[in-house]
């Protein structure tokens, strides 16, 4: 078939390029407008008298010399010590990813290459536990770490995000496994490799675009969790989340809102980094799974 028979007409290339652009547009405002309103003052970004002062910064420049300002950026991360919020939420997420990786890798392999019929009833299981909504998990857990005083340390989070996460993981990584010949690991093993070793050197390097793609999907849920942290954890130790929702939870302290908007920046910046950094392996991953090995 020619290059001229498949070639698009001219008109519908518009109409989907104009379609894209608008979408991308619609899609990108409520961010862009966030991370524009974190630079102006409550007044303006807030303005209910004219909404273009939100856009030229009237009262901004008049109360801070400029049409810009970071005073919201400096209240949230050294005033309000926005910073400790960050680092607990990077601590959480490490080990929410670790534990549930390494769980749902050597599960996920051990229920696919299973002959037995229980790994079927183990999964419908944890399929029923994954569907069950997570703040209704968590009732079960408040009263031991009452009892044993565990409430508030990060480390009781991580033990529930790990619980709530760990059926997703092993459904995922499960599929991803399956559609692994296991001729694989029979060569491997024919060769010398014990069953660890040939999951370890060969079917590990060929799941990897899977590993992550089920990581990133497990440190979002770690990452923008709000009903388990707000739960489990003390003030002291609050993640980003529940951080920004005490700031606006003081709205008739005046700044405390921009506050909020500079940590919703904060906190939304560093994940259009992360999905940019893996698109290759999140789209490699995803499709891998639909595709018969």
Not at 60 to 86: K, L, N
Not at 157 to 173: D, E, G, K, R, S
Request: glycine letters at 8%; charged letters at 10%.
């Amino acid at each position: 078939m020619s290059s001229k028979a498949t070639r698009q007409p001219p008109t519908i290339r518009i109409m989907a390029t104009s379609f894209l652009v608008i979408w991308l547009l619609v899609a990108a405002f409520p961010f862009l407008w966030t991370l524009w309103g974190s630079f102006k003052v409550e007044g303006d970004f807030f303005s209910k008298a004219n909404w273009a002062n939100a856009l030229f910064g009237t009262l901004t420049q008049a109360e801070t010399g400029g049409s810009f300002t970071g005073a919201g950026y400096e209240g949230a991360w050294v005033q309000e010590e926005f910073w400790r919020a960050a680092l607990n939420t990077t601590i959480v997420c490490v080990f929410v990813v670790t534990v549930s990786l390494t769980c749902g890798t050597l599960g996920g392999y051990a229920l696919a290459r299973s002959t037995h019929r229980y790994a079927f009833w183990f999964l419908l299981f944890a399929l029923m536990f994954r569907a069950m909504p997570p703040i209704t998990l968590v009732s079960g857990y408040l009263l031991p770490f009452f009892e044993w005083n565990l409430w508030g340390h990060l480390y009781t989070t991580v033990i529930v995000l790990v619980a709530i996460n760990q059926p997703f993981t092993l459904w995922m990584l499960h599929s991803f496994f399956k559609n692994i010949p296991k001729d694989l690991d029979e060569s491997a093993m024919v060769d010398g490799c014990t069953r660890f070793q040939a999951f370890r050197h060969v079917i590990i390097p060929v799941m990897w675009p899977g590993v992550i793609t089920t990581g990133l999907f497990s440190f979002l849920l770690a990452y923008n969790d709000f009903a388990v942290t707000t739960m489990l954890l003390s003030k002291e130790n609050q993640t980003m989340i529940p951080k920004i929702a005490s700031f606006l939870g003081t709205t008739q302290t005046k700044g405390n809102v921009m506050f909020a908007v500079s940590a919703v920046v904060s906190a939304t910046a560093p994940l259009f980094v992360m999905v940019m950094f893996f698109q290759r392996q999140i789209v490699s991953g995803l499709t891998a799974g639909a595709v018969k090995g």
